[in-house]
């Protein structure tokens, strides 16, 4: 569904219409799966805009994948406004989306919606969050404050430590039903889309099927609406062992080691840079320069 022109909230809340009577990616009468994917700063979004993905998530990703920290919990509304900020200066044609980091939501409903505002200052067209039917009133102030929401549920990355590590939810059928409940309240509270995230591929597809907004899936199988993956995983921007669901495209972290290697060993043996990397004088002011005594090679 990608064009030059700028991609909106209601096109996407409306992608499952685009197609009478579907609502799942698996049917073969459905609309075209949706695409977003990660991106933290002005190439990365730029690389994504000329791939041409739906959605561009400015995720709290951002702390592990660029930063380097352990988990998502260390970014700030801060950080992430800086973040969005450079992947609105490309001004990509994808729907910005970018996650309200942990505690950022989670206080009051008036804190919400001050830090979801200055995600919006920075360029985002939307915000996303993390949990169901506890964040309701946060959601609906935040719609009430003409701010849309993309609800996120299943694995939480922010509750890594309620949650006990980053396990697969909704195993058995009183959590997948519950996961239900939590989707079908979001969309009632106005959230224009729902990312699923590490829950079984037969939850994703419940509930998929249960809503008339998209879901974008992430460990999720492949019954969603659309599939979220972050940028350095499916570029390959990093060696360690990717998880399950993810498919590496390229392998960008070694083709880059290779590059920097070479560099490194043209500057060590005098071969960079050479003549035509150069700039140089005119004939007439490298003479000028030779009277006072300095010879220019
Ligand atoms: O922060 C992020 O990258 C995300 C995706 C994994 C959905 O929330």
Same mark, same amino acid.
């Given at each position: 569904m990608a064009t030059s022109k700028r991609t909106t909230v209601p096109a996407i809340r409306?992608?499952?219409?685009?197609?009478?009577?579907s609502s799942s990616a698996g049917s073969s009468?459905?609309?075209q799966p949706l695409v977003m994917v990660t991106a933290y700063d002005a190439p990365g979004a730029r690389i994504a805009d000329e791939a041409g993905v739906d959605m561009i998530l400015v995720g709290d990703?951002? *702390?592990m994948v660029v930063l380097g920290y352990e988990d998502t919990l260390q970014v700030t509304v801060a950080d992430i406004a800086h973040h969005t900020a450079a992947v609105a200066r490309a001004r990509p044609s994808a729907l910005i989306v970018a996650d309200l980091p942990w505690m950022s939501y989670h206080i009051s409903v008036e804190e919400t919606v001050r830090n979801a505002?200055?995600?919006?200052r920075a360029g985002a067209?939307?915000?996303?969050l993390e949990g169901g039917r506890k964040r309701l009133p946060m959601i609906e102030a935040l719609i009430s404050a003409e701010i849309p929401v993309m609800g996120h549920l299943g694995l939480t990355p922010q509750s890594l430590h309620a949650m006990g590590g980053y396990k697969v939810q909704a195993r058995k059928s009183e959590a997948a039903l519950e996961l239900l409940a939590d989707a079908k309240a979001l969309q009632h509270a106005g959230c224009f889309s729902i990312v699923l995230e590490g829950v079984p591929d037969?939850? *994703?597809?419940?509930?998929t099927e249960s809503l008339d907004i998209p879901t974008i899936g992430i460990g999720a199988g492949r019954q969603c609406d659309g599939q979220v993956l972050v940028f350095h995983d499916l570029l390959g921007l990093e060696d360690r062992?990717?998880?399950k669901f993810v498919r590496k495209y390229a392998s960008l972290k070694s083709d880059a080691v290779v590059a920097v290697r070479q560099f490194a060993e043209d500057?060590?043996?005098g071969c960079f840079p050479d003549d035509s990397e150069s700039y140089h004088l005119s004939e007439q002011q490298a003479e000028a320069l030779s009277l006072y005594g300095s010879q220019p090679s």
């Open positions: 409306d992608h499952c219409l685009a197609v009478p009577g009468s459905a609309a990703s951002l *702390a505002a200055e995600l919006i067209q939307s915000v996303k037969e939850v *994703a597809r419940m509930v062992v990717p998880a500057v060590r043996s």
